[in-house]
């Protein structure tokens, strides 16, 4: 009796190995087939994201709003390609041209809060405010300047360049202090195309549905 149990347990043994083979290559065959799919067509999800309803459609529609203000001078001013920040609504370079340093706050006399105070300063022309003035830091610049639609999706969603942000906080950078802060410019400088209203319910409809990265 006791030989017959072990003979089955052999005979399962040597079932479950295979079996656990074949399983394992339909998972990975699986696997690459998406992510070829994905690469195909040029979409990217964001990790762990909690997609409400994916429809690449409406995703796509409320990046284009999305990025009407991300490219907009009171954002891409502080977002530059180079190391100093950009400035006025045609986005000339700064001038005084302070540097962004390893942390983003400035280097050495030219640090941003120097000139930049936590509230804005009266007068046309004067310097923007808020607490936490200052640039992206050099170790994750976060560029939006020069970037196509497409481009710039991506680069949001990827944790390794959006300053290791998952879906909750990317919504919730929608209201972040520096963002804000685009809708309250330096007097004489225009407003971002859309009210902060609409830009937030862009950017949460177009992560929420899949942040879907446009064609181009
Ligand atoms: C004073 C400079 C400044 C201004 C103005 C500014 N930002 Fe930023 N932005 C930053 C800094 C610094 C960070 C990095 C800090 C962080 O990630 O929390 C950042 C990060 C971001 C991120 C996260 C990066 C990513 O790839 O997901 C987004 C999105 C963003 N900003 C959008 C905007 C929008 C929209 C505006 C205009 C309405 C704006 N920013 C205006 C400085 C600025
Ligand atoms: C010596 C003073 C000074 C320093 C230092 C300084 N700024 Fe400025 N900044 C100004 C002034 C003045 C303006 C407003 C100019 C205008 O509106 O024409 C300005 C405007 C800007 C703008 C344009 C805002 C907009 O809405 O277009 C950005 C972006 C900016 N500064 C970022 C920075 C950052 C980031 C640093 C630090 C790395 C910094 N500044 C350091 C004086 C300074």
């Not at 907009?72 to 001013?77: F, L």
């Amino acid at each position: 009796m006791e030989n017959s149990g072990k003979n089955k347990n052999i005979k399962l043994k040597k079932i479950a190995i295979p079996l656990t083979v074949l399983l394992l290559t339909g998972v990975i065959t699986a696997f690459s087939y998406s992510t070829t799919l994905n690469s195909a067509n040029n979409y990217t999800k964001v990790p762990d994201i909690a997609v409400k309803k994916k429809d690449s459609i409406a995703s796509v529609k409320a990046f284009a709003k999305v990025y009407s203000v991300l490219m907009s001078p009171r954002c891409m001013n502080c977002h530059p390609k180079g190391d100093v920040p950009l400035q006025g609504d045609d986005s000339h370079i700064h001038t005084m041209q302070p540097k962004r340093g390893t942390d983003g706050k400035g280097l050495y006399a030219m640090k941003c809060a120097n000139c930049h105070q936590p509230e804005n300063t009266p007068g046309l022309h004067a310097p923007p405010g808020n607490p936490n003035w200052h640039l992206p830091p050099a170790d994750m610049k976060m560029v939006f300047e020069g970037k196509s639609s497409h481009e710039l999706a991506k680069q949001l969603i990827d944790p390794n360049q959006n300053g290791h942000k998952d879906m909750k906080k990317l919504i919730e950078h929608a209201d972040d202090g520096l963002v804000l802060a685009g809708w309250k410019p330096a007097q004489g400088s225009k407003l971002p195309p859309l009210s902060h209203k609409e830009f937030k319910k862009a950017w949460i409809t177009w992560l929420e549905t899949g942040a879907y990265a446009p064609k181009k």
